[in-house]
């Protein structure tokens, strides 16, 4: 009996952990899939196409539905609300423990559905405040295919809805595809703004100015509430309203700070997205060129959130570039750099077809915030045929991590599609569906990301079980347990819908604050309120504006995950209408209920005013560079970059030895050099250019760089410059220039042999130690040889009279490499030279010679600059190394290095650069077919449709034999660093990431906060690249902090002051007076002067 008993016991407790084993066995990931079983919950959008109806008869028929969270019966549970495309639209109740009830017909907020209706999105509200949230539908309407207009369902408070929408105003017809609500003129109730989409017509591809013509079905409309009627002024207010506007979603969000709300919106195709601030007056200014570098060009979902907790509001726009190579090998990419400057000749903006993550770095010049776009760099670029994207905190954690709905039904954009139906003619006798149908499929998985605290995401899509196989369009966030973290809804397409609950709560063990607002009578839910935790030295910032990611409503409660923090040091709530209050020393792990009655007018603090430097407004310096504009690609299709756009540099120098500093800064071509002397004045010190007419009459040349130096040991400063370009070999105009002081200020130019060629830098030391400057001059490339490494030279001073044509002794250095910068240190008795698909390198010299000392291992980089300091106080003198930086669609590691083959491959005497690096495990051709096709004779031979390349990696595009010939350089790093001396052996150390945003061209070492510790100005940016790689623009410059431990804080622009514009291209440091100064040199820009505010200790 008692072995019978133990065996039934075993058996017992093998069933239970087999159970256990069933019932768990997703209960490690984050978010656990419920089934329809569990929920009740079986909703389906299915659309049905017809030949009548398509995505070739609709552009947007696979565009999917919304869904929306929020606690229609005010029981404490949010809600489910669906919207369906051609069918019912549904409602469920929440019931607790994760089950609902499908109340539709009950509530009668079903919708019209049938031939000619085809509804979008769906939005939360209580339209008229009477504490029972409402739901407003968008509707399809053009009087022809589309019937359906859109509705209100006024929530009466028992369970059923009526519609009312004419009641107040917004019975709207037109391509309506989202709404969203919000106190936009600061009167206390919520006024509207309706975001509409064009459909692909002739007259929508023109001039930008058209943009200001409304289109009544496919404008922009933005209504005020005026006493409960919804008024159109969206002329009034400044709001677009073209044809050529095909806006996809729309997010609200105070970006400026100002206390009033803007609007961000997406649009998809040519037109820009929109940013309009609110002037807090009852109009707004679109400023998108203005506060950013660039935007998607097929832009879709959107969300506003503070993502690195610093008290700003970032965007996130969402576009179709895919992760797989495969899939982006055989998809319509970025446009070729003629259609891109087409584009831009009739008023359109940058954009590139990728998501952009726009940081935003607060208000640094005027009346709005500027932002940095770091996709790339945060890794969340590319999540192929995006939809809805919702930055929320899923793991508790404290740092808001990234969910991304994604697929389309079938694949419009694919390059094998296209060429056939414009190639075949047996297409004209396919219907429209049969055309649609043959489409590739574009199914794919969701996408989400861990926010790494860094400015980088980790894709964490099949860890958190997030990573749905399908069509997946509109989402929303909200806690449906009460358990104190953020599940999921995600509307299918063609399949049944997704409910995520989310287990942070019992596997992540962090905390949390839950905070519900109750507003005044016009405004019950407090939409548009901020409310800012401080918790150990950090700052979060929510904003409470439910319309989110892709035709969708988010619930409206507000959580902020907390990691392990048990007390929130404050909670400050700053209410719509800007009055305010303050919770301090608040627990954790709560449901906070925050009521606006509480609530006081706000009374302003005045913080802290002192920033390390000051922008000299009223330039003091008339020198604007103008750099003259050449199509590099013209003459050089499959360069990655312009070679033509460099300077200017900035010279610090004495011209007439009265001990104060005076500067030259080189100029483009057509545009001389200027050279400034600094007078005294009666008041102040000021700079006065000073004509030289041989400088003058060399304006025909680039200046890429310049330096002052006593070449013929007269006791005056002579000045170096050197000539670059674009130009072909042999120039005339890459001759370099010396100009010989003769003492009186005036400067006779030296007519002795100097290199002639295309010039990148000079530096001057005396290498041999004879007593005598010498110089070095790097090459940059050579005409129609991108990737060959071009000689550079020694100018070895011999000490001959000025009048002799032989005062140098020119020593070739063969084959360098794509100089950029080099660098001379007596102390290390060498000379570091960088440049472009290099590894940093150390020159030596012995007599009159030079030799390669060191090679530093595993840096060959796209290098911009090196500055050589000792960084870090032990004596040794350590290396600065200006890189391309990591937010491009480049990446390079030892193990993955970014690769170019430099081959002459169709034999007409040019090199055709081509470029290959690593996706996931596999090496890439990152060049497409289309451009290869142009310039590689065997690449047309080889591949005659775009299926077939994009499967093959580099091995098999390219042979061995092909590549026997060729030489390939391999960059292992991309990124801007330090090089640590110890004791010669030197140890990388990048900078921060927010300084490899973008390429840096310039550093500048001082002890700018007089503490003892050397720190680091750095700044860059560069608009050249083709449009596939797109602009490298969105630093504002980089200070660095030093500190004892031997690294450096980021200071923001905004904090220090320091805050460029442009292409800047060198830094030196300048007295004025008494005045402390730096100077910038800025390439197609005004010299900029700051002056550096003095500490006290």
Same mark, same amino acid.
């Given at each position: 009996?008692? +072995?019978?008993?133990?065996?039934? /016991?075993?058996?017992?407790?093998?069933?239970?952990?087999?159970?256990?084993?069933?019932?768990?066995?997703?209960?490690?990931?984050?978010?656990?899939?419920?089934?329809?079983?569990?929920?009740?919950?079986?909703?389906?959008?299915?659309?049905?196409?017809?030949?009548?109806?398509?995505?070739?008869?609709?552009?947007? *028929?696979?565009?999917?539905?919304?869904?929306?969270?929020?606690?229609?019966?005010?029981?404490?549970?949010?809600?489910?609300?669906?919207?369906?495309?051609?069918?019912?639209? +549904?409602?469920?109740?929440? @019931?607790?423990?994760?089950?609902?009830?499908?109340?539709?017909?009950?509530?009668?907020?079903?919708?019209?559905?049938?031939?000619?209706?085809?509804?979008?999105?769906?939005?939360?509200?209580?339209?008229?405040?009477?504490?029972?949230?409402?739901?407003?539908?968008?509707?399809?309407?053009?009087?022809?295919?589309?019937?359906?207009?859109?509705?209100?369902?006024?929530?009466?408070?028992?369970?059923?809805?009526?519609?009312?929408?004419?009641?107040?105003?917004?019975?709207?017809?037109?391509?309506?595809?989202?709404?969203?609500?919000?106190?936009?003129?600061?009167?206390?109730?919520? /006024?509207?703004?309706?975001?509409?989409?064009?459909?692909?017509?002739?007259?929508?591809?023109?001039?930008?100015?058209?943009?200001?013509?409304?289109?009544?079905?496919?404008?922009?409309?933005?209504?005020?509430?005026?006493?409960?009627?919804?008024?159109?002024?969206?002329?009034?207010?400044?709001?677009?309203?073209?044809?050529?506007?095909?806006?996809?979603?729309? *997010?609200?969000?105070?970006?400026?700070?100002?206390?009033?709300?803007?609007?961000? %919106?997406?649009?998809?195709?040519?037109?820009?997205?929109?940013?309009?601030?609110?002037?807090?007056?009852?109009?707004?200014?679109?400023?998108?060129?203005?506060?950013?570098?660039?935007?998607?060009?097929?832009?879709?979902?959107?969300?506003?959130?503070?993502?690195?907790?610093?008290?700003?509001?970032? #965007?996130?726009?969402?576009?179709?570039?895919?992760?797989?190579?495969?899939?982006?090998?055989?998809?319509?990419?970025?446009?070729?750099?003629?259609?891109?400057?087409?584009?831009?000749?009739?008023?359109?903006?940058?954009?590139?077809?990728?998501?952009?993550?726009?940081?935003?770095?607060?208000?640094?010049?005027?009346?709005?915030?500027?932002?940095?776009?770091?996709?790339?760099?945060?890794?969340?670029?590319?999540?192929?045929?995006?939809?809805?994207?919702?930055?929320?905190?899923?793991?508790?954690?404290?740092?808001?991590?990234?969910?991304?709905?994604?697929?389309?039904?079938?694949?419009?954009?694919?390059?094998?599609?296209?060429?056939? #139906?414009?190639?075949?003619?047996?297409?004209?006798?396919?219907?429209?569906?049969?055309?649609?149908?043959?489409?590739?499929?574009?199914?794919?998985?969701?996408?989400?990301?861990?926010?790494?605290?860094?400015?980088?995401?980790?894709?964490?899509?099949?860890?958190?079980?997030?990573?749905?196989?399908?069509?997946?369009?509109?989402?929303?966030?909200?806690?449906?347990?009460?358990?104190?973290?953020?599940?999921?809804?995600?509307?299918?397409?063609?399949?049944?819908?997704?409910?995520?609950?989310?287990?942070?709560?019992?596997?992540?063990?962090?905390?949390?604050?839950?905070?519900?607002?109750?507003?005044?009578?016009?405004?019950?839910?407090?939409?548009?309120?901020?409310?800012?935790?401080?918790?150990?030295?950090?700052?979060?910032?929510?904003?409470?504006?439910? %319309?989110?990611?892709?035709?969708?409503?988010?619930?409206?409660?507000?959580?902020?995950?907390?990691?392990?923090?048990?007390?929130?040091?404050?909670?400050?709530?700053?209410?719509?209408?800007?009055?305010?209050?303050?919770?301090?020393?608040?627990? %954790?792990?709560?449901?906070?209920?925050?009521?606006?009655?509480?609530?006081?007018?706000?009374?302003? +603090?005045?913080?802290?005013?002192?920033?390390?430097?000051?922008?000299?407004?009223?330039?003091?310096?008339?020198?604007?560079?103008?750099?003259?504009?050449?199509?590099?690609?013209?003459?050089?299709?499959?360069?990655?970059?312009?070679?033509?756009?460099?300077?200017?540099?900035?010279?610090?120098?004495?011209?007439?030895?009265?001990?104060?500093?005076?500067?030259?800064?080189?100029?483009?071509?057509?545009?001389?050099? !200027?050279?400034?002397?600094?007078?005294?004045?009666?008041?102040?010190?000021?700079?006065? @250019?000073?004509?030289?007419?041989?400088?003058?009459?060399?304006?025909?040349?680039?200046?890429?760089?310049?330096?002052?130096?006593?070449?013929?040991?007269?006791? $005056?400063?002579?000045?170096?410059?050197?000539?670059?370009?674009?130009?072909?070999?042999?120039?005339?105009?890459?001759?370099?220039?010396?100009?010989?002081?003769?003492?009186?200020?005036?400067?006779?130019?030296?007519?002795?042999?100097?290199?002639?060629?295309?010039?990148?830098?000079?530096?001057?030391?005396?290498?041999?130690?004879?007593?005598?400057?010498?110089?070095?001059?790097?090459? +940059?490339?050579?005409?129609?040889?991108?990737?060959?490494?071009?000689?550079?030279?020694?100018?070895?001073?011999?000490?001959?009279? %000025?009048?002799?044509?032989?005062?140098?002794?020119?020593?070739?250095?063969?084959?360098?490499?794509?100089?950029?910068?080099?660098?001379?240190?007596?102390?290390?008795? $060498?000379?570091?030279?960088?440049?472009?698909?290099?590894?940093?390198?150390?020159?030596?010299?012995?007599? $009159?010679?030079?030799?390669?000392? @060191?090679?530093?291992?595993?840096?060959?980089?796209?290098?911009?600059?090196?500055?050589?300091?000792?960084?870090?106080?032990?004596?040794?003198?350590?290396?600065?190394?200006?890189?391309?930086?990591?937010?491009?669609?480049?990446?390079?590691?030892?193990?993955?290095?970014?690769?170019?083959?430099?081959?002459?491959?169709?034999?007409?005497?040019?090199?055709?650069?081509?470029? *290959?690096?690593?996706?996931?495990?596999?090496?890439?051709?990152?060049?497409?077919?289309?451009?290869?096709?142009?310039?590689?004779?065997?690449?047309?031979?080889?591949?005659?449709?775009?299926?077939?390349?994009?499967? /093959?990696?580099?091995?098999?595009?390219?042979?061995?034999?092909?590549?026997?010939?060729?030489?390939?350089?391999?960059?292992?790093?991309?990124?801007?660093?330090?090089?640590?001396?110890?004791?010669?052996?030197?140890?990388?150390?990048?900078?921060?990431?927010?300084?490899?945003? *973008?390429?840096?061209?310039?550093?500048?070492?001082?002890?700018?906060?007089?503490?003892?510790?050397?720190?680091?100005?750095? !700044?860059?940016?560069?608009?050249?690249?083709?449009?596939?790689?797109?602009?490298?623009?969105?630093?504002?410059?980089?200070?660095?902090?030093?500190?004892?431990?031997?690294?450096?804080?980021?200071?923001?622009?905004?904090?220090?002051?320091?805050?460029?514009?442009?292409?800047?291209?060198?830094?030196?440091?300048?007295?004025?007076?008494?005045?402390?100064?730096?100077?910038?040199?800025?390439?197609?820009?005004?010299?900029?002067?700051?002056?550096?505010?003095?500490?006290?200790?």
């Amino acid at each position: 009996m008692d +072995r019978v008993k133990s065996f039934l /016991d075993i058996r017992i407790c093998l069933l239970v952990f087999g159970f256990c084993l069933l019932s768990c066995k997703d209960q490690t990931k984050l978010f656990t899939e419920l089934s329809v079983n569990e929920t009740h919950i079986d909703f389906k959008n299915t659309v049905i196409e017809s030949d009548s109806f398509n995505i070739n008869t609709y552009l947007y *028929a696979h565009n999917g539905g919304g869904v929306a969270l929020a606690d229609f019966d005010n029981d404490g549970l949010p809600d489910i609300y669906f919207t369906s495309n051609q069918e019912s639209n +549904r409602l469920f109740f929440n @019931k607790g423990d994760l089950q609902f009830d499908d109340r539709t017909e009950e509530a009668g907020v079903s919708g019209p559905s049938g031939n000619g209706i085809w509804c979008t999105g769906v939005t939360v509200v209580d339209i008229n405040q009477d504490g029972w949230l409402d739901i407003y539908i968008n509707y399809l309407w053009d009087g022809n295919m589309f019937t359906g207009k859109n509705q209100l369902f006024l929530n009466n408070g028992n369970g059923t809805f009526v519609e009312s929408a004419s009641d107040f105003g917004l019975d709207l017809k037109g391509y309506s595809q989202q709404s969203t609500f919000f106190d936009y003129d600061y009167d206390g109730d919520l /006024d509207m703004y309706q975001l509409n989409h064009s459909i692909h017509d002739l007259d929508v591809y023109v001039n930008v100015k058209k943009r200001a013509v409304r289109d009544s079905l496919a404008g922009d409309r933005l209504f005020e509430n005026q006493e409960g009627m919804f008024v159109d002024v969206s002329d009034k207010a400044g709001i677009f309203g073209g044809a050529t506007g095909y806006g996809l979603s729309v *997010a609200i969000g105070d970006l400026d700070n100002n206390g009033c709300p803007d609007i961000y %919106v997406s649009n998809d195709f040519h037109d820009n997205d929109y940013l309009y601030y609110n002037q807090c007056n009852g109009t707004f200014k679109e400023a998108v060129k203005e506060s950013t570098s660039r935007t998607s060009t097929f832009s879709m979902g959107s969300d506003i959130a503070d993502l690195n907790n610093d008290g700003l509001l970032d #965007i996130m726009t969402l576009d179709m570039k895919p992760g797989m190579e495969v899939i982006r090998k055989k998809s319509v990419g970025a446009d070729s750099y003629d259609i891109y400057q087409f584009k831009k000749s009739f008023g359109y903006y940058d954009q590139f077809p990728h998501n952009m993550l726009h940081l935003n770095r607060g208000n640094l010049f005027k009346n709005h915030s500027q932002f940095s776009e770091i996709s790339q760099m945060a890794g969340i670029d590319a999540t192929d045929w995006s939809w809805s994207v919702l930055l929320a905190d899923y793991d508790n954690d404290g740092a808001k991590d990234i969910f991304i709905t994604n697929g389309i039904l079938r694949r419009p954009n694919d390059l094998n599609y296209i060429n056939y #139906i414009y190639n075949t003619a047996s297409t004209e006798q396919k219907s429209s569906l049969e055309l649609a149908q043959m489409m590739p499929d574009g199914k794919v998985t969701n996408y989400a990301y861990k926010n790494e605290g860094n400015l980088t995401f980790e894709n964490v899509s099949k860890e958190w079980g997030l990573d749905l196989f399908g069509c997946s369009m509109g989402s929303a966030y909200g806690d449906l347990d009460n358990d104190g973290d953020l599940d999921l809804v995600v509307n299918n397409l063609n399949q049944v819908c997704s409910i995520y609950k989310n287990n942070a709560e019992r596997i992540m063990g962090n905390n949390f604050l839950k905070i519900k607002l109750t507003g005044n009578t016009k405004n019950r839910n407090g939409i548009g309120t901020k409310v800012i935790l401080e918790v150990s030295g950090r700052t979060m910032v929510q904003e409470m504006n439910p %319309v989110r990611g892709w035709l969708s409503s988010s619930n409206d409660d507000l959580l902020f995950g907390l990691g392990k923090e048990k007390i929130i040091d404050k909670v400050k709530i700053i209410w719509f209408d800007g009055n305010a209050q303050e919770l301090k020393e608040v627990p %954790v792990n709560q449901i906070l209920a925050i009521d606006y009655k509480n609530s006081t007018s706000l009374k302003g +603090r005045k913080g802290s005013s002192f920033k390390l430097f000051e922008r000299i407004q009223d330039s003091v310096i008339d020198f604007v560079h103008v750099e003259d504009y050449f199509d590099d690609f013209a003459n050089e299709y499959l360069i990655p970059h312009k070679l033509s756009t460099e300077g200017p540099k900035i010279v610090i120098g004495y011209i007439n030895n009265d001990s104060l500093e005076d500067f030259f800064v080189t100029g483009a071509k057509g545009q001389a050099g !200027a050279l400034f002397k600094q007078v005294r004045g009666e008041k102040s010190n000021y700079f006065e @250019k000073v004509v030289i007419q041989n400088i003058e009459d060399d304006s025909d040349k680039e200046d890429v760089d310049a330096i002052f130096l006593d070449v013929d040991a007269d006791g $005056d400063q002579d000045l170096y410059v050197v000539s670059g370009g674009a130009y072909t070999k042999d120039s005339l105009r890459y001759l370099d220039r010396l100009y010989l002081n003769e003492g009186s200020g005036a400067f006779k130019k030296y007519l002795g042999e100097l290199p002639k060629s295309n010039g990148s830098v000079v530096e001057k030391g005396d290498f041999n130690k004879d007593g005598l400057v010498d110089l070095f001059v790097g090459t +940059r490339s050579e005409f129609g040889s991108y990737g060959v490494s071009p000689d550079s030279y020694i100018l070895w001073n011999n000490g001959n009279s %000025v009048d002799s044509a032989h005062i140098f002794k020119i020593e070739v250095l063969e084959k360098l490499g794509m100089v950029s910068d080099a660098n001379w240190n007596s102390k290390e008795d $060498d000379l570091i030279v960088v440049g472009e698909w290099m590894p940093i390198t150390l020159i030596g010299f012995k007599e $009159d010679t030079a030799f390669i000392k @060191k090679k530093l291992f595993n840096s060959v980089g796209l290098w911009n600059t090196v500055h050589r300091e000792d960084l870090n106080g032990d004596g040794r003198i350590d290396i600065l190394a200006g890189n391309l930086g990591i937010n491009s669609s480049w990446n390079a590691s030892k193990d993955k290095p970014l690769s170019l083959i430099v081959k002459d491959w169709d034999q007409n005497g040019s090199i055709d650069p081509i470029v *290959a690096y690593y996706n996931d495990d596999k090496e890439w051709i990152y060049n497409s077919l289309d451009e290869l096709k142009k310039q590689i004779p065997l690449i047309r031979k080889r591949y005659m449709d775009y299926e077939t390349f994009a499967k /093959d990696g580099l091995d098999k595009v390219f042979s061995k034999k092909d590549l026997k010939s060729a030489q390939i350089k391999k960059a292992q790093t991309l990124m801007s660093t330090v090089y640590l001396n110890k004791d010669g052996v030197y140890e990388p150390k990048p900078l921060p990431n927010e300084v490899q945003m *973008a390429p840096i061209y310039t550093f500048l070492t001082e002890d700018i906060n007089s503490d003892g510790i050397i720190d680091i100005l750095a !700044a860059g940016n560069f608009t050249g690249f083709t449009p596939s790689i797109g602009k490298q623009d969105v630093s504002y410059g980089n200070l660095l902090l030093g500190n004892k431990q031997g690294s450096w804080k980021y200071i923001e622009p905004l904090k220090s002051g320091f805050s460029l514009q442009g292409m800047s291209r060198d830094f030196k440091r300048i007295n004025l007076g008494n005045m402390k100064l730096i100077i910038i040199g800025n390439n197609d820009g005004p010299i900029e002067m700051f002056y550096m505010n003095s500490v006290s200790n």
